[in-house]
């Protein structure tokens, strides 16, 4: 692990969860997507955050998840839908310095959704991983996607964002980016 290219940037992964998992179209090609921007941020020295949505109830985030992040991932459990409705998670990337975020998980029209406007609201950056969210319903996903985007919210595929940080075949992080590109 290396310094983050980004000052001041983390990745949050919300609410993937088995679960949730069930329900959404092509879970496994999603759950890989996620995979990557875990592993592609753990590489980058990128700090890692894990929402939880009623985890008593509904379970942990997915074990490959927590695999791919190491022990330096952060988890936060909540009820609200915004992962930065409560206190928790906001005052954990304050103690950070974190003011950006790169965005992943489910549901988009719902949890990522509200994440991403209470983080317009608190000044924040924002990036959208749009390979690493889905929905039940896509059409929903889109039309806040679209919403998002007049707002300031930039939305990117999870292997342009990581390859621009990477930014060069002879950076040290070059290989193995490429290696978890291939699994994801």
């Known amino acids: 692990m290396s310094e983050s290219p980004v000052p001041h940037l983390a990745l949050l992964v919300v609410d993937v969860?088995?679960?949730f998992l069930k329900a959404m179209p092509d879970a496994e090609a999603f759950l890989r997507r996620c995979a990557l921007a875990v592993g592609a941020a753990k590489l980058l020295g990128i700090p890692v955050f894990f929402t939880e949505q009623v985890p008593a109830k509904l379970g942990g985030t997915h074990p490959d998840l927590r695999q791919a992040a190491g022990e330096s991932a952060v988890v936060v459990g909540k009820s609200a839908f915004s992962a930065l409705a409560g206190p928790e998670?906001?005052?954990?990337?304050s103690d950070r310095g974190i003011n950006n975020l790169l965005i992943c998980g489910l549901e988009g029209p719902v949890c990522v959704y509200q994440t991403a406007v209470d983080a317009l609201r608190l000044e924040m950056g924002v990036t959208l991983l749009a390979d690493a969210i889905t929905a039940r319903r896509p059409v929903d996903q889109e039309t806040c996607f679209s919403m998002l985007r007049q707002h300031g919210v930039t939305i990117l595929p999870v292997e342009t964002v990581f390859y621009?940080?990477?930014r060069d075949a002879q950076a040290p992080h070059f290989k193995a980016f490429t290696?978890?590109?291939k699994q994801g």
């Open 17 to 19: 969860q088995p679960t």
């Open 164 to 166: 621009a940080m990477v």
């Open 89 to 93: 998670l906001g005052a954990a990337l």
């Open 179 to 181: 290696e978890l590109v």
